[in-house]
């Protein structure tokens, strides 16, 4: 079962192939076994787990529940959560125990979700290799030796090793779509203002944002749009309608344009990577449906509009 996107999970969950609960025993097991070599969970709330999964079961027994009922994940631990320990991989919060949910905490569990754990970062999110953990480092399940960037390492490594469908992350510089390029994942910084900030612990309030860990675009655009949307409680939130995100992957490229910024492929780029980065930029220029133009960072910016009135 672990190998089931959130999308197929859902679909069996609805068509009864499995329950809940025992896709949560299922990978309560898997981060037991494969959990302490990768370090990628700080706690895991395995009784919070089957109570959820239970309340699931029968939600979904009644022909209730929305595409993500019953669906276990996992919440980076920047993010404050009822009666749970949450810490910001610090020894400075390390006994503190959140007295509130995050609006996106509240907002999966209004989903139906099943929290399986918080998992481990860069402390207070200061980092881009989930080196600077109190809790230790996290590693990549790809290969142990090797970083799985931060500072949403331990979210990326808990999805990429399978001991979790899908998880929240915070990108702050990169710290969402850095550790999604390290571990062969599907990381998304919304736009600022559409996910709301509320009961997350702070790096730079500017330019924090809270998104997406999962494996694949469907599975983040069904999380992406269970987590978005306007909230009083965050002063930047922005008050516009949520798109139904699944809906729109199946648009039609054509008149799609892409600007690939040049200093990208400058001194220190590995050439497997850039050769595979070209190859990619050949695909979506194949058949002139994607414009791809490249010009310098600040060339590609749109022109200003000035200020409204």
């Known amino acids: 079962m672990h190998t089931l996107t959130v999308s197929e999970l859902a679909a069996?969950?609805?068509?009864?192939?499995?329950?809940?609960?025992?896709?949560?025993?299922?990978?309560l097991g898997r981060i037991?076994?494969?959990?302490?070599?990768?370090?990628?969970?700080?706690?895991?709330?395995?009784?919070?787990?089957?109570?959820?999964?239970?309340?699931?079961?029968?939600?979904?027994?009644?022909?209730?529940?929305?595409?993500?009922?019953?669906?276990p994940v996992a919440h980076k631990d920047i993010f404050c959560t009822d009666g749970i320990r949450t810490t910001c991989s610090s020894r400075m919060l390390s006994n503190f125990i959140a007295p509130y949910d995050a609006t996106v905490v509240?907002?999966?569990?209004?989903?139906?979700?099943?929290?399986l754990g918080k998992t481990n970062m860069d402390e207070f999110a200061m980092g881009s290799s989930n080196e600077t953990s109190y809790f230790g480092p996290v590693?990549?399940?790809?290969?142990?030796?090797?970083?799985?960037?931060?500072?949403?390492?331990?979210?990326?490594?808990?999805?990429?090793?399978?001991i979790a469908p899908a998880a929240t992350g915070t990108d702050t510089g990169g710290s969402i779509r850095q550790p999604a390029a390290l571990t062969n994942l599907t990381g998304i910084k919304?736009?600022?203002?559409?996910?709301?900030?509320?009961?997350?612990?702070?790096?730079?309030?500017?330019?924090?944002?809270?998104?997406?860990?999962?494996?694949?675009?469907?599975?983040?655009?069904?999380?992406?749009?269970?987590?978005?949307?306007?909230?009083?409680?965050?002063s930047t939130s922005v008050d516009r309608?949520?798109?139904?995100?699944?809906?729109?992957?199946?648009?039609?490229?054509?008149?799609?344009?892409?600007?690939?910024?040049?200093?990208?492929?400058?001194?220190?780029?590995?050439?497997?990577?850039?050769?595979?980065v070209r190859a990619a930029i050949g695909l979506l220029q194949d058949g002139g449906l994607v414009e791809v133009f490249e010009g310098h960072a600040l060339?590609?910016?749109p022109e200003p509009q000035g200020v409204p009135s």
């Open 12 to 27: 069996g969950l609805r068509a009864r192939k499995f329950s809940s609960l025992d896709l949560t025993l299922h990978f």
């Open 190 to 234: 919304p736009t600022y203002g559409r996910v709301s900030r509320y009961g997350m612990i702070a790096f730079a309030s500017s330019l924090d944002q809270a998104g997406v860990l999962a494996r694949s675009a469907e599975d983040a655009a069904l999380l992406l749009e269970a987590m978005s949307g306007f909230d009083p409680n965050d």
């Open 299 to 301: 060339a590609l910016l």
């Open 32 to 71: 037991e076994r494969l959990g302490p070599e990768l370090n990628a969970f700080v706690t895991v709330t395995a009784d919070r787990a089957l109570a959820d999964a239970r309340a699931a079961d029968e939600t979904l027994a009644k022909g209730e529940g929305g595409p993500l009922t019953g669906v």
């Open 139 to 162: 590693r990549n399940p790809w290969d142990h030796k090797r970083v799985p960037g931060g500072s949403s390492g331990g979210s990326a490594a808990a999805v990429a090793a399978c």
């Open 241 to 276: 309608p949520v798109p139904n995100y699944a809906a729109e992957l199946n648009q039609p490229l054509k008149g799609l344009r892409v600007g690939i910024i040049r200093e990208f492929f400058g001194a220190g780029l590995d050439p497997a990577v850039e050769q595979r």
């Open 106 to 115: 509240s907002r999966w569990r209004a989903a139906g979700t099943v929290l």
